[in-house]
């Protein structure tokens, strides 16, 4: 089992950038999949979640409006864009990998957005 995240990166306050996680070793459109955010010094923070066949979305408040989940089963992948980042949105950025009973779950190794002028 393997979720690769990429896109992470430096951005500028208002920028934009879009991660993507691809996964291997399991029947990921099985799996609900979800995107969490890491401070060093904090909980690890839940930022949205897309069930396995991508009708129901989720968010955190803090980024309604501005991050969009999505995935593509063919490929295995899921997706988070994210626009008009601020300062706070900076952390390590993880997808993780939920079975639809909740008992399976897999995470992947994280990407650094650092949002800063």
């Known amino acids: 089992v393997q979720l690769v995240e990429s896109g992470g990166g430096l951005v500028e306050p208002g920028g934009s950038l879009r991660l993507s996680c691809a996964a291997s070793g399991f029947t990921f459109s099985s799996y609900n999949m979800k995107w969490y955010r890491q401070v060093p010094g904090k909980e690890r923070e839940l930022v949205a979640v897309?069930?396995?066949?991508?009708?129901?979305?989720n968010y955190a408040d803090s980024v309604k409006g501005r991050f969009t989940i999505s995935r593509d089963n063919p490929k295995n992948t899921v997706y988070l864009q994210m626009n008009s980042l601020k300062p706070e949105d900076t952390a390590v950025y993880y997808c993780?990998?939920?079975?639809?009973?909740?008992?399976?779950?897999?995470w992947g190794q994280g990407t650094q957005v650092t949002v800063s002028s």
């Open positions: 897309i069930t396995y066949l991508g009708g129901i979305t």
């Open positions: 993780n990998a939920i079975s639809q009973n909740g008992y399976y779950s897999h």
